[in-house]
Protein backbone atom coordinates (compact mmCIF):
# COMPACT_ATOMS: atom_id res chain seq x y z
CA UNK A 1 0.00 0.00 0.00
CA UNK A 2 1.25 3.62 -0.81
CA UNK A 3 2.43 6.30 1.65
CA UNK A 4 0.28 8.59 0.30
CA UNK A 5 -2.31 8.44 -2.11
CA UNK A 6 -5.35 10.99 -2.91
CA UNK A 7 -9.19 9.82 -4.73
CA UNK A 8 -10.86 12.39 -6.37
CA UNK A 9 -14.46 12.49 -6.95
CA UNK A 10 -16.63 15.21 -8.26
CA UNK A 11 -20.86 14.89 -6.95
CA UNK A 12 -22.41 15.91 -9.77
CA UNK A 13 -25.90 18.29 -9.95
CA UNK A 14 -27.90 15.17 -8.50
CA UNK A 15 -25.69 13.48 -6.43
CA UNK A 16 -27.66 15.00 -3.02
CA UNK A 17 -31.25 13.33 -4.48
CA UNK A 18 -29.65 10.01 -5.09
CA UNK A 19 -27.79 10.17 -1.13
CA UNK A 20 -31.21 11.47 0.09
CA UNK A 21 -33.06 8.48 -1.26
CA UNK A 22 -30.52 5.67 -0.39
CA UNK A 23 -29.48 7.44 3.10
CA UNK A 24 -33.01 8.73 4.13
CA UNK A 25 -31.89 12.18 4.72
CA UNK A 26 -34.19 14.61 3.40
CA UNK A 27 -33.22 17.82 5.01
CA UNK A 28 -34.16 20.60 2.16
CA UNK A 29 -30.03 22.03 3.28
CA UNK A 30 -29.43 19.30 0.74
CA UNK A 31 -32.12 19.36 -1.88
CA UNK A 32 -33.48 23.31 -1.81
CA UNK A 33 -31.46 25.86 -3.06
CA UNK A 34 -33.96 28.58 -1.98
CA UNK A 35 -34.01 27.00 1.35
CA UNK A 36 -30.44 26.24 2.20
CA UNK A 37 -29.78 29.86 1.50
CA UNK A 38 -33.04 30.80 3.87
CA UNK A 39 -30.71 29.78 6.23
CA UNK A 40 -27.43 31.29 5.39
CA UNK A 41 -25.78 28.65 3.07
CA UNK A 42 -24.39 29.69 0.24
CA UNK A 43 -26.76 27.25 -1.78
CA UNK A 44 -27.90 23.11 -1.26
CA UNK A 45 -24.93 21.52 0.52
CA UNK A 46 -23.31 17.73 0.37
CA UNK A 47 -24.46 15.19 3.02
CA UNK A 48 -21.51 15.13 5.63
CA UNK A 49 -21.93 11.26 6.04
CA UNK A 50 -21.45 11.12 2.16
CA UNK A 51 -18.47 12.99 1.71
CA UNK A 52 -17.07 10.91 5.04
CA UNK A 53 -18.42 7.61 2.86
CA UNK A 54 -15.63 8.84 0.22
CA UNK A 55 -13.02 8.96 2.75
CA UNK A 56 -14.05 5.67 3.63
CA UNK A 57 -13.78 4.52 -0.38
CA UNK A 58 -10.68 5.98 -0.42
CA UNK A 59 -9.58 3.59 2.10
CA UNK A 60 -11.18 0.61 1.06
CA UNK A 61 -10.28 0.48 -2.59
CA UNK A 62 -6.73 0.41 -1.20
CA UNK A 63 -7.68 -1.84 1.24
CA UNK A 64 -9.10 -4.52 -0.47
CA UNK A 65 -12.27 -4.63 0.23
CA UNK A 66 -15.15 -3.37 2.86
CA UNK A 67 -14.09 -5.56 5.26
CA UNK A 68 -10.57 -3.82 5.35
CA UNK A 69 -11.58 -0.65 7.00
CA UNK A 70 -11.64 -1.52 10.64
CA UNK A 71 -12.42 2.15 11.86
CA UNK A 72 -12.90 5.70 10.58
CA UNK A 73 -13.39 9.34 12.61
CA UNK A 74 -13.57 12.77 11.06
CA UNK A 75 -14.41 15.97 12.41
CA UNK A 76 -16.63 17.86 9.50
CA UNK A 77 -15.46 21.69 8.64
CA UNK A 78 -17.61 23.57 6.52
CA UNK A 79 -19.67 22.76 4.02
CA UNK A 80 -19.68 20.74 0.63
CA UNK A 81 -21.07 21.80 -2.53
CA UNK A 82 -22.07 19.44 -5.74
CA UNK A 83 -20.19 19.86 -9.11
CA UNK A 84 -16.54 20.74 -7.41
CA UNK A 85 -13.89 18.20 -7.30
CA UNK A 86 -12.82 16.54 -3.81
CA UNK A 87 -10.04 15.16 -3.21
CA UNK A 88 -9.19 13.36 -0.26
CA UNK A 89 -5.92 12.26 0.68
CA UNK A 90 -4.54 9.43 3.04
CA UNK A 91 -1.05 9.02 4.27
CA UNK A 92 -0.21 6.38 6.25
CA UNK A 93 1.54 7.30 9.54
CA UNK A 94 1.78 4.00 11.40
CA UNK A 95 1.98 0.17 10.77
CA UNK A 96 0.86 -2.46 14.05
CA UNK A 97 0.27 -6.17 14.49
CA UNK A 98 -0.77 -5.97 10.38
CA UNK A 99 -2.92 -2.91 10.22
CA UNK A 100 -2.54 0.76 9.23
CA UNK A 101 -2.97 4.07 10.89
CA UNK A 102 -3.97 6.66 8.43
CA UNK A 103 -4.66 10.28 8.23
CA UNK A 104 -6.86 11.63 5.86
CA UNK A 105 -8.86 14.63 4.73
CA UNK A 106 -11.40 15.94 2.27
CA UNK A 107 -10.13 19.21 0.15
CA UNK A 108 -12.82 20.62 -1.76
CA UNK A 109 -11.82 24.32 -3.68
CA UNK A 110 -8.66 24.90 -0.81
CA UNK A 111 -10.67 24.05 1.97
CA UNK A 112 -10.49 20.81 4.05
CA UNK A 113 -14.28 19.89 4.60
CA UNK A 114 -13.23 16.69 6.32
CA UNK A 115 -10.66 17.16 8.62
CA UNK A 116 -8.29 15.06 11.70
CA UNK A 117 -9.72 11.63 9.87
CA UNK A 118 -8.40 8.89 11.24
CA UNK A 119 -8.58 5.58 9.69
CA UNK A 120 -7.50 1.93 11.13
CA UNK A 121 -6.78 -0.10 7.70
CA UNK A 122 -6.69 -3.97 7.54
CA UNK A 123 -5.28 -4.52 4.22
CA UNK A 124 -6.72 -8.02 2.76
CA UNK A 125 -3.47 -9.23 1.63
CA UNK A 126 -1.64 -8.11 4.55
CA UNK A 127 0.13 -4.54 5.84
CA UNK B 1 -32.34 4.74 24.86
CA UNK B 2 -33.56 4.16 21.76
CA UNK B 3 -33.83 0.84 19.68
CA UNK B 4 -34.57 0.11 16.19
CA UNK B 5 -34.20 -2.73 14.29
CA UNK B 6 -33.40 -2.30 10.34
CA UNK B 7 -33.79 -4.99 7.75
CA UNK B 8 -31.18 -4.93 5.17
CA UNK B 9 -32.01 -5.09 1.66
CA UNK B 10 -30.37 -5.56 -1.20
CA UNK B 11 -31.86 -3.36 -3.66
CA UNK B 12 -30.86 -0.87 -0.62
CA UNK B 13 -27.57 -2.00 -0.39
CA UNK B 14 -26.88 -1.57 -4.40
CA UNK B 15 -29.01 1.66 -4.26
CA UNK B 16 -26.39 2.98 -1.84
CA UNK B 17 -23.12 1.49 -3.17
CA UNK B 18 -24.45 3.30 -6.75
CA UNK B 19 -24.99 6.94 -4.36
CA UNK B 20 -21.51 7.02 -2.47
CA UNK B 21 -19.60 5.71 -6.33
CA UNK B 22 -18.89 2.12 -5.41
CA UNK B 23 -17.78 0.06 -8.15
CA UNK B 24 -16.60 -3.36 -6.02
CA UNK B 25 -18.95 -6.04 -7.44
CA UNK B 26 -19.42 -7.35 -3.92
CA UNK B 27 -21.72 -4.66 -3.17
CA UNK B 28 -23.64 -4.84 -6.53
CA UNK B 29 -23.98 -8.17 -7.84
CA UNK B 30 -24.87 -11.47 -5.33
CA UNK B 31 -22.95 -13.97 -7.65
CA UNK B 32 -19.55 -12.10 -6.84
CA UNK B 33 -20.68 -11.39 -3.68
CA UNK B 34 -21.28 -15.41 -3.00
CA UNK B 35 -17.94 -15.83 -4.85
CA UNK B 36 -16.00 -13.92 -1.90
CA UNK B 37 -18.05 -15.95 0.35
CA UNK B 38 -21.04 -13.74 1.38
CA UNK B 39 -24.62 -14.55 1.72
CA UNK B 40 -25.58 -11.97 -0.57
CA UNK B 41 -24.65 -8.13 -1.28
CA UNK B 42 -22.38 -6.82 1.38
CA UNK B 43 -22.82 -3.63 2.36
CA UNK B 44 -19.98 -0.50 2.12
CA UNK B 45 -18.99 0.26 5.86
CA UNK B 46 -20.43 3.77 5.50
CA UNK B 47 -23.90 2.31 5.44
CA UNK B 48 -23.66 2.16 9.56
CA UNK B 49 -25.53 5.04 8.62
CA UNK B 50 -28.14 4.15 6.96
CA UNK B 51 -29.06 1.20 9.66
CA UNK B 52 -28.37 3.41 12.12
CA UNK B 53 -30.92 6.15 11.15
CA UNK B 54 -33.89 5.33 13.14
CA UNK B 55 -32.40 4.38 16.07
CA UNK B 56 -29.98 7.59 16.19
CA UNK B 57 -32.61 9.86 14.81
CA UNK B 58 -35.00 9.74 17.33
CA UNK B 59 -32.58 9.71 20.02
CA UNK B 60 -31.31 12.89 18.64
CA UNK B 61 -34.76 14.56 18.46
CA UNK B 62 -35.78 12.97 22.31
CA UNK B 63 -37.36 16.33 23.27
CA UNK B 64 -35.98 15.32 26.95
CA UNK B 65 -32.66 16.09 25.35
CA UNK B 66 -33.57 19.56 24.09
CA UNK B 67 -31.53 19.81 21.16
CA UNK B 68 -32.31 23.17 19.14
CA UNK B 69 -32.27 20.79 15.78
CA UNK B 70 -32.41 24.51 13.72
CA UNK B 71 -28.55 25.19 15.32
CA UNK B 72 -27.64 22.14 15.08
CA UNK B 73 -24.38 20.53 12.89
CA UNK B 74 -22.91 17.52 12.58
CA UNK B 75 -19.50 18.13 14.22
CA UNK B 76 -17.52 14.44 14.08
CA UNK B 77 -18.04 11.11 13.69
CA UNK B 78 -16.41 7.67 14.44
CA UNK B 79 -17.57 4.13 13.66
CA UNK B 80 -16.03 0.96 14.28
CA UNK B 81 -16.82 -1.73 12.26
CA UNK B 82 -17.42 -5.42 13.99
CA UNK B 83 -19.19 -8.45 10.91
CA UNK B 84 -19.89 -7.53 7.87
CA UNK B 85 -23.45 -6.52 7.03
CA UNK B 86 -25.33 -8.61 4.01
CA UNK B 87 -28.55 -8.54 2.51
CA UNK B 88 -31.37 -10.24 4.37
CA UNK B 89 -29.40 -9.01 7.66
CA UNK B 90 -31.61 -7.54 10.31
CA UNK B 91 -29.66 -5.33 12.52
CA UNK B 92 -30.30 -3.52 15.95
CA UNK B 93 -29.12 -0.37 17.19
CA UNK B 94 -29.53 0.78 20.56
CA UNK B 95 -28.56 4.71 20.98
CA UNK B 96 -28.04 6.49 23.73
CA UNK B 97 -26.49 10.40 24.67
CA UNK B 98 -23.36 9.56 26.38
CA UNK B 99 -22.03 12.62 27.12
CA UNK B 100 -22.66 16.72 26.56
CA UNK B 101 -20.36 19.47 27.02
CA UNK B 102 -20.36 23.13 26.63
CA UNK B 103 -16.94 24.58 25.14
CA UNK B 104 -16.79 28.13 23.83
CA UNK B 105 -20.81 28.64 23.95
CA UNK B 106 -21.05 26.04 22.41
CA UNK B 107 -22.99 22.56 23.11
CA UNK B 108 -21.84 19.05 22.52
CA UNK B 109 -24.06 16.23 22.55
CA UNK B 110 -22.20 12.93 22.18
CA UNK B 111 -24.51 9.97 21.25
CA UNK B 112 -22.92 6.65 21.18
CA UNK B 113 -24.49 3.50 18.90
CA UNK B 114 -24.22 -0.16 18.92
CA UNK B 115 -25.23 -2.21 16.26
CA UNK B 116 -25.54 -5.76 16.15
CA UNK B 117 -26.98 -8.66 14.05
CA UNK B 118 -29.35 -11.27 13.96
CA UNK B 119 -26.73 -13.27 15.33
CA UNK B 120 -25.66 -11.20 18.29
CA UNK B 121 -22.39 -10.10 16.71
CA UNK B 122 -21.37 -6.59 16.51
CA UNK B 123 -21.30 -4.88 13.24
CA UNK B 124 -20.51 -1.59 14.22
CA UNK B 125 -20.35 0.76 17.31
CA UNK B 126 -20.49 4.77 16.37
CA UNK B 127 -19.79 7.65 18.02
CA UNK B 128 -22.04 11.01 16.59
CA UNK B 129 -20.77 14.44 17.74
CA UNK B 130 -23.45 17.30 17.32
CA UNK B 131 -22.68 21.12 17.63
CA UNK B 132 -25.68 23.61 18.60
CA UNK B 133 -24.46 26.75 18.10
Known amino acids: ?18 YAGAS ?9 DEFARSVGLPSRILHGLWTMSQVARAQTEAGGGPE ?4 LEVQFRGMGLPEREITISSTVREERDGELVIRCDAEQ ?3 R ?3 NGEAVVRPAGGA | VTRAVYAVGREKVREYAYATGETDPRHLDPDSARAAGYADVVAPPMFAAVYCAPAIGPAVLDPEVGIDFARMVHGAQRFEWGDPVVAGDEITTVAELEERSERGGLNFFVFRTISTNQDGATVSEGRWTNIVR
Open chain 1, 1 to 18: MDEHRSLSVTPDRYLTYR
Open chain 1, 68 to 71: SLRS
Open chain 1, 113 to 115: IIR
Open chain 1, 109 to 111: DGK
Open chain 1, 24 to 32: GDFNPIHLD
